[in-house]
């Protein structure tokens, strides 16, 4: 993917012609939603088909003595190689053919050991890098009408956002509206005035707007919101070289703001074969919809084919139904008050929330339930009480 994106960048400025495999060419599966993370430093640009291990220090590979001990690793011969259809292989194979001509022996007598220790692996800045990185410009605009820069390029950016609506997702012109576009990705819903906020991530090429990714900067993390670009250029597959973009661009601001140390590449669902991209990166995570922990997507792949909604902790229904949760700690108002549940069920005769707390926990989850406030209106309770009595 890179490669091709790379010589795009580096050719005459043709679009690849050739046919893009599309996602919807992947397997629909069971129904489930999780949160996807991503560490930044953890090779990140692992994907299908890549080389991996993109850390942000450089690492080598030490080569293991030769050794003939039956339960030594086996190394790739060149009749391996030969065998093999892979390009990597088959530059292996040219390698050690000159080697042997030079040592003057027998080419099936040597093995991969034999190409000595492998380069240095490339961080992903330099993965990215391009000799002709000129052409293609990013900047980071941070969201807000009393930014000259977002105002000025506002209309652009719409123009790209309406083009990939009606063509991507097949709407109609009526639903691109400006309106729209300012509700939908505009209009964050928090406000900062040092680098924390929402901000657009520009692509500029050739001086033309041609994509943005909408994300948020966090304390933690860098969220990603959306991204959209000119459909013409989906045979780049844009929508993951921005995944990998927004990985360095986690990674720089950590050096700068130490508390950022993930990307979050929103929601995964499992059936969405536009999301499956998401779990093609290496060192991703999933959040456990009941327990909030999270695990690696390598272990719940298998659970999220077998059922639509699943628990990725080895803790079983049973086990977490056996205990009831702790309610205490969790607020309510009484008396036009607010109150712990703890202290509301010392002074009250008769408890209206303890279920309605106890149904929050379930739907919400333990550590959500506990930043709400919880508030039943006096009708409300008595009419519940009534319908109780009379059996309903």
Known sequence: MLKTFNNFLTSDGKIPTNKVRHNNDIPAHNEAISMNGVAPKEDLSKLKKQVSNSSPKPQKTFIVPKSNTSTQRQFKTAAVLAASSKKRDKRRLRRLTKIATAKGVDVNTLDVRDLGTPAVIPTLEQRLACPNSDRLVLKLVKISDDNPEFSDTFQQSYEVYKAYQMEIHGDKPEKCSQDTFKRFLCDPPFKSDDHLGAFHHQYWLDGVLVAVGVIDVLPECISSVYFYYHP?????????????????????????????????????????????????????????????????????????????????????????????????????????????????????????????????????????????????????????????????
Not at 252 to 266: A, D, E, N, R, T
Not at 334 to 360: E, F, G, P, R
Not at 364 to 372: F, M, Q, S
């Open 232 to 392: 013409k250029f989906a045979p780049l597959t844009f929508g993951t070289y921005s995944a990998l973009q927004e990985i360095l661009l986690t990674q720089s601001l950590s050096v700068q703001h130490p508390g950022i140390k993930w990307y979050y590449m929103g929601y995964y669902i499992h059936t969405c074969p536009k999301m499956r991209y998401k779990g093609a990166f290496s060192g991703s995570y999933l959040l456990c919809p009941k327990e909030y922990t999270w695990w690696p997507i390598k272990e719940c792949v298998s659970k999220l084919e077998q059922s639509s909604y699943c628990v990725f902790s080895n803790t079983s229904s049973d086990e977490t139904s056996q205990t009831e949760p702790d309610i205490s700690p969790m607020f309510v108002v009484h008396a036009n008050k607010i109150y712990q549940y703890s202290l509301y069920a010392s002074v009250t005769v008769k408890d209206i929330y303890k279920q309605a707390l106890l149904t929050l926990v379930e739907l919400a989850g333990y550590e959500v339930a506990r930043g709400i406030c919880l508030y039943i209106s006096p009708s409300y309770a008595e009419e519940r009480s009534e319908d109780d009595s009379d059996g309903g």
